[in-house]
């Protein structure tokens, strides 16, 4: 008796267990969608201002003069200044080619 006692027990505790842990799997994937949507976005926007403050094309090469270092320097300032707390808490990183990672 006391080991079907047990046994009913085990199973309830278990059941709570298993529901508890799809109902935290269920928001973590939608936790993880939305934080790539914004990553994504984010990305998109750095990009945005890139082509648009240096004038360049899809593959990163300026149509009329390449850029410098001083000029990379001051793109990397503006998009610090303007998305640097969105890229730290998204992990997004921009290296010195104007490359968004």
Do not use: C
């Amino acid at each position: 008796m006391k080991k079907i006692i047990n046994q009913i027990v085990l199973y309830f505790k278990s059941w709570r267990r298993k529901r508890t842990l799809n109902d935290i799997n269920k928001n973590l994937k939608q936790a993880v969608k939305n934080k790539q949507n914004k990553r994504l976005l984010l990305r998109y926007e750095i990009t945005k201002l890139i082509h648009k403050y240096a004038k360049l094309d899809k593959d990163n090469k300026s149509k009329f003069i390449p850029l410098d270092l001083a000029t990379i320097a001051e793109i990397k300032f503006q998009v610090d200044l303007q998305f640097g707390s969105e890229m730290k808490r998204h992990n997004v990183v921009l290296n010195n080619k104007l490359q968004v990672i």
